[in-house]
């Protein structure tokens, strides 16, 4: 009779561990998965893309790349720099390069953008595209600088030039 209470408790005891493994196996994938948090001062660029409000609004093909600084505590003076490459065959091109004017009010506040980098399209010759940002602020009494940071995805858009 000890015996077979000594093997049911061995037996749950065993279900008990493996199913707590499954369940932290389970939580570790589910934490690789999700997204990282994001830094409180950081610089982020989007994928080139077709502009459909300029071409909708001016009848025009444009590919463009969005940037932003982004602060939880204000930045001063910021210069942002964005970079369009356009992918080459044996190395990728500078196509377009703008930069905020640290002097301007706009370059003040909690996040800076630059919403105006273009490249005008002059065939629809399918082409890779992507952004290249970096910048320096002045926060908290002293001169920060990010490092390039590249769009996630290079996208090939019907936009040749």
């Known amino acids: 009779m000890k015996v077979n209470a000594y093997r049911k408790s061995i037996s749950t ?21 999700s997204p990282l948090p994001k830094a409180s001062c950081r610089i982020e660029v989007d994928d080139a893309h077709i502009s459909t409000s ?5 009848g025009v093909r444009v590919v463009k790349v969005n940037a932003s600084s982004i602060c939880n505590v204000r930045q001063e003076k910021v210069t942002l720099t964005l970079e369009i490459y356009k992918v080459g065959l044996i190395s990728d091109h500078l196509v377009h390069r703008t930069k905020t004017n640290p002097t301007s009010l706009n370059s003040n506040g909690l996040i800076v953008k630059i919403q105006d980098a273009k490249v005008l399209c002059i065939n629809s ?17 002293k001169w920060q600088y990010a490092g390039r940071t590249r769009s996630e995805h290079i996208q090939k858009l019907n936009c040749g030039n």
């Open 13 to 33: 005891i065993s279900m008990i561990l493996v199913l707590s493994l499954i369940t932290t196996s389970y939580s570790a994938i589910a934490l690789m998965n």
């Open 54 to 58: 300029i071409l909708r609004h001016q």
């Open 125 to 141: 010759t399918p082409t890779s595209y992507y952004g290249i940002v970096y910048a320096k602020a002045f926060i908290q009494g």
